[in-house]
């Protein structure tokens, strides 16, 4: 089985800034995209960044020009730098590996990390 950890959330003012890590772990021959969702209460799951294997990038509006997503392909890991955090920017961020091939297998798998928790408060 594939297990995705997250790690590097916590507490941090407005206008600082955080780096998150998801690490996939499994016997996994590649990984097509990883992403980076955040939900906070009362609200939906929402797309914040993603990153295919070959680099292509998208990010919700409401973090361009502050968050950048990047991946280590040999490691099967992703990363989330977050800036100029907001008030706004508070969730439980969960990492997402999407089209997951594995060594041996034929299906491909989706999986989702447990989740970290970004608060931004002053």
């Known amino acids: 089985q594939v297990q995705l950890v997250e790690s590097g959330g916590g507490l941090v003012q407005p206008g600082g800034s955080l780096r998150l890590s998801c690490v996939a772990s499994?016997?996994?021959?590649?990984?097509?995209?990883m992403g980076w969702y955040r939900q906070s209460p009362g609200k939906q799951r929402e797309l914040v960044a993603r990153?295919?294997?070959?680099?292509?990038?998208n990010y919700a509006d409401s973090v361009k020009g502050r968050f950048t997503i990047s991946r280590d392909n040999a490691k099967n890991t992703a990363y989330l730098q977050m800036n100029s955090l907001k008030p706004e920017d508070t969730a439980v961020y969960y990492c997402?590996?999407?089209?997951?091939?594995?060594?041996?297998?034929?299906?491909?798998?989706?999986?989702w990390g447990q989740g970290t928790l970004v608060t931004v408060s002053s």
């Open positions: 997402n590996a999407f089209n997951i091939r594995q060594w041996g297998e034929n299906d491909a798998l989706n999986a």
């Open positions: 499994g016997s996994i021959s590649s990984i097509y995209a």
């Open positions: 990153i295919t294997n070959g680099g292509t990038t």
